[in-house]
């Protein structure tokens, strides 16, 4: 069993930056893919972000793409989400998740493992 924390979310007026960051509790993230995920009011949770288990095999959300950048550093054991250009609709719960196994697709059940996430806001 995995558990994951969050941190780093919060409120911030649009055009400005924050950085989450995510590690496991009593064990290391090892070869496990991971992602962050994020689920506004009212809506289903989305994909933002994947890294693979070498810190390669980089995916994004087309929305975040040249604002956000997912990386992970395997001797600190985090993996970090630096937003930067954020904008009101990015306003959602921010959560890190980690999976096992390898797949070329971001669905949220493909995924083990759950933080309890982190809120982020944006103000206009």
């Known amino acids: 069993q995995v558990q994951l924390v969050e941190s780093g979310g919060g409120l911030v007026q649009a055009g400005g930056s924050l950085r989450l960051s995510c590690a496991p509790s009593?064990?290391?993230?090892?070869?496990?893919?991971l992602g962050w995920f994020r689920q506004a009011p009212g809506k289903e949770r989305e994909f933002v972000a994947g890294v693979g288990w070498s810190g390669t095999r980089l995916a994004y959300a087309d929305s975040v793409k040249g604002r956000f950048t997912i990386s992970r550093d395997n001797a600190k054991n985090t993996v970090y989400l630096q937003m930067n250009s954020l904008k009101p609709d990015d306003t959602a719960v921010y959560y890190c998740?980690?999976?096992?196994?390898?797949?070329?697709?971001?669905?949220?059940?493909?995924?083990?493992?759950w933080g309890q996430g982190t809120q982020v806001t944006v103000s206009s």
């Open positions: 009593g064990r290391t993230f090892g070869n496990y893919d």
């Open positions: 998740a980690a999976r096992a196994h390898y797949s070329a697709t971001y669905s949220s059940k493909e995924y083990d493992y």
